[in-house]
């Protein structure tokens, strides 16, 4: 039982591999009613595509959107939307000696394992390519989002041992960042951090915070489709997480019932919560506060340095890895962040609309 | 669309509340022939039902399992498997006070917001006690893998500030703690801190580590049913997890590819690993090593300190919260980590086995 | 992978055998805020029980529901609703000479090849005592259906060669009918032909017809999970059920275009469909009119006369099935036709919900 | 919740319209290590694709099908199969007239009720030419099941009035026949029967047979993801299919247990049953005897007659459907049928792997 959907109402189904025709997405269960052109989606692939800036991998691609379907004289018509983005600059060569072995951090040998077969140009449908098709179906799911009121946004919180201020938090700069930093200070110090991993022929790790805001309370469905447990599901299955955080996180095993429960207080506006400890989520359901949501990236595997590896044959190998990589992933992770929350939310939305009689009298009645 | 199921080959569905009748769990999928009786599953159970400790709630419950169907002559029959188990010592009075506030920390508000009802019984269905359920199913999770040479063992790695040494691991004096802590002086020292907490009428988080050995390479489904994944969503599902972690997690973002990468070295025995910063998991799927997850507890969220919350008139009230409750659940929680991994795991091990046309003529031909 | 649910988001899980402890269902995704009591479920399991005439099992059961969650003060909270049937009247011992051989048109040899292993005290899972559990989840549905002024009505129109007249349909009679007969005439003919039958050791098939009346057009979900397809996933699920029709069935096979087309005309009371030959559906979506469905079951396979059959010594054995068994199982099978159909409109009424923008507005703008 | 995917493990989801830029389907879960080429789908495409004969569509379209992901070096990889087929030939202002109207038969007021818009250019989504997709993802399911020694076949057994004499079951003359008769003098009489309804501006219904050979017994998973029960789930989502049967279907209904139920007797290689009134499925699962599947299809809907339909406007309108349509669908409905049987079939028999801890010893032990 392969796993290339994700969602239960808003569905996506993602294909393709880095050196085939192509890759791409069938959306089933989009809303009917929803204007939608290409632009709408380039506008988010152009901030995960490859080139735009030194410490992004060199492979040129347009990462161009198609709409194939689903969509009559502008909008959306409730019938699946299929997604193409054509591959076009494919050095297939360049991989052909690392067939017969096992890259170290890569899926190689879990790819041979479980299929007895593997398609090793570029990591096949384990290269990060494959997020381009999530992004062309988060970028639907984000804009219905905000038909609702709902906005999600993710950034770059650290590379490596540079992390932001959150007091310096600035999110224009953010957006015409290289690293999607939203700390013009952080960046500085991250850029010459990522130098010197160059110059090492190494890579470096990072941090992607995201925030929900707008969200209504109850967003979620215990016991195990909660919210933070599908959010983090969406997250880890992005390459390369290795673990997730909802508000305080780890923090919040460190301290006390009486520091991470958050009390309200009386404003001048009404009631209001003094903290968010929580990340918005109590008991796998919003809680009417921005929900806080923290990803850990690895460093990218593939690194210039001499490695010593398993190979097919049993054997015991020492090599380069060649080829075009990123020496960071996470700043083109942050909008691939950014579109899984916004299908996991929207998704969400969508299951919650049969909770209650009174919603179906509304629709019905 | 509610969430009250897992998994998709080895489904379990749980139901019940904290005060009614009793909860139970129906496993759909669970294959025939397997030797199961109450006994095997009650021996998990025993491991998560209060009163172990004086640092669990004081509520008492036999919290014996009852199975209804599924089994014949002492064996699985491949039909689903219904366990009950009742509630006995229900004190509903002693919530009524807590109808009409949104208790800090808790899922009261989430569960009005979405149902427009809320069962105010000691949580209702966002209870601990639902992870009963859970545990029953993950016993018969436990037993299926072992036979096909899989062992799940979870413990406490750090209660509040206080840390096991990993140097220290002692498997059998954590079978015997009461803390289910594998290191006898982390486990005094948490002793200790816990009676600090108590007595501040205050709780405290903590962290549960969980391994898996034996697990064969190649478990997992890319691209969104990753074994990652699917343990995240798994773990976030428990109430009061907030934060999970593969192998290095959150450490890894700060390292460089060149540290975090596991490379091999020729032994006496064959080509070895010399490090397990994976976790065991890459690209989504098992590559062969010890799968490596952590999960981090927020402190219960109910303390017997006045508290300042939400009230359903749209005031804030002080009040303090009485009823039973876990100064930390953090010991009663390890059990329930195992069994949802163990669910987990073979769902993931059952799904893999369609993955190749060699395990289609192997059955079939 | 397991088959014990049914419907996406009012999911039915069914548990429980014929001679085990009980049996069961657990009903998922139920929307909050429904007025339910054990009463509004008892009363459409009182028509399936047997006993209510001489054409029905002599086994005695009281078919008692228990509600064991999900309801709280009267009405349903949004979690799952365990409703359990215990079993009383269980004559075990009548089977065992049924355990080496496999009866003819049962489901014997396919449970031993497929498991392994066979409960066989009265067929177990595959018993026709497994549809109290859907009657018990259905007569939710239904309520649910009636308050969004959908009406869901089934009866026998054949038992054997005996056919009710259209012409002659009396709802009322049928009511109190104990073969559920809308036709008087046609019921007395019925029973003698079931006496010639009784007196021949012998038994008789039957139709059964469903119509759903008051469903919005729309409701249905191209391509795959259409009204129809789904509505005869249901309906042959039942065991016994050999062939499904909507509308004219099989004899739209034979008519022409202009015949099986629907038109229009004016009536004074505004546009009106002449016929109703599509039963309902077209594309697979309702389009407003009555919903027309036709059930053919088989004659009940268990009957007294002698049968060779095969052994699971693989030689031919000659036998008399014992046991308690009914002439005819349509009369009881009515409300379980009625009740898998009420889940399955249900289910699609509420997967419409989010099949459009303005309804997502509606709930949350 | 759309509907756009079949199957649990192996399953397929379909997209596109019959004037859009193409249609397509991924196939997620198709098994790896499988030798697979365009020209083993393309043979599929091309018995349904139209022009083949004076009784189909004169819409020209070489239903090209290009495989876009999931196989590498002639194999399978176990990632999902992206299969494309463009359209070519899309005449989409023959169809401007019928965008204020709902044709009978069809499934326009459906889906405008439903999403609030509608693709009118023949029929969108609801065209016959989305089966093009079906047939695509068939064509893999029977090479599988082909390799595992199970065949699926399927022919006409009537058109209108004209049925196909089983005792004249003439296999090869069906293959090269223009309507997929096995049977020549049928099929003689039938090309006259459609004679007379195109010089009527009429079309006419008809019935496809099924025939399942080599399939194990215990396929099917009770209680509700029955073999019969997804194979008319597969078929009803066949536009036009107004009945199915498995068996003797509808004339079980007739007959009394000593005629339906199929009894064994000892020849000289061993017990054999003696007929197959059951169809090859007892209890939901095979019985091990070939499966017999009948599905009934109504006339096209769309007949040059003058008819009176509803408008857009409340009004009711007289008019004749221009545009290119076949007098009858079901020679080229053969083939999905095939397919869909195919892939029911498959899917089933990969869910039945997990069903027994012998299957999982043999794949992991």
């Known amino acids: ?26 959306v089933d269960g989009c809303p009917a009613g929803l204007a939608l052109c290409e632009e709408d989606i380039q506008a988010y692939l152009d901030r995960r595509k490859p080139g735009q800036s030194r410490y992004t991998t060199k492979r040129s691609e347009s990462d161009s959107v198609e709409i194939w379907s689903g969509v009559f004289e502008g909008k959306t018509t409730g019938t699946p939307i299929s997604l193409v983005i ?15 072995v096992y890259r170290p951090g890569h899926a190689d040998l879990g790819f041979e394992e479980k299929y007895g077969i593997r398609d090793y140009r570029g990591g096949g449908r384990s290269s990060g390519r494959e997020t381009a098709a999530r992004v062309a179906a988060g970028a639907i799911a984000a804009k219905i989002l905000r038909e609702l009121g709902v906005e999600v946004m993710a950034y770059t919180a650290s590379i490596g041992p540079v992390v932001c201020d959150p007091s310096a938090f600035d999110e224009e700069y953010m957006r015409s960042s290289a690293l999607y930093m939203p700390d013009a200070d952080a960046e500085e110090k991250a850029r010459e951090y990522l130098e010197d991993c160059m110059a090492q022929k190494d890579s470096s790790g990072g941090t992607v915070h995201c925030v929900v805001k707008g969200l209504p309370a109850g967003i979620g469905e215990p016991v195990f489709d909660k919210l933070d447990a599908l959010l983090s599901q969406a997250l880890f299955s992005i390459g390369a997480v290795k673990g997730v955080e909802i508000g ?26 003094m903290s968010n400890h929580a990340g918005g989520i109590l008991g796998g359901m919003s809680d009417g506060s921005s929900v806080l949501i ?70 019905y009645c």
Chains 1, 2, 3, 4 share one sequence.
Request: one cysteine or more; charged letters at 25%; aromatic letters at 6%.
């Open 1 to 26: 039982m392969a796993g290339s959907s994700f969602g239960s109402l808003f569905r996506v189904t993602t294909w393709g591999e880095s050196h085939g025709r192509g890759l791409g997405v069938t």
């Open 248 to 273: 305080d996180g780890l923090f919040a095993a460190m301290s006390r019932g009486s520091e991470n429960n958050d009390q309200y207080q009386e404003t001048e506006e009404g009631p209001k919560k």
């Open 294 to 363: 923290r990803a850990a990236f690895k460093p990218t595997p593939s690194i210039g340095q001499a490695q010593t590896m398993l190979g097919r044959d049993g054997e015991v190998h020492a090599m380069e890895i060649t080829g075009r990589h990123d020496p960071v992933i996470v700043p083109r992770a942050v909008v691939v962040v950014e579109c899984m929350t916004a299908i996991t939310v929207l998704d969400l939305m969508m299951r919650n609309m049969t909770a209650r009689m009174d919603h179906l009298r509304k629709i």
């Open 86 to 100: 054509r591959n076009s600059d494919q050095h297939s060569k360049d991989y052909s000696n690392l067939k017969d």
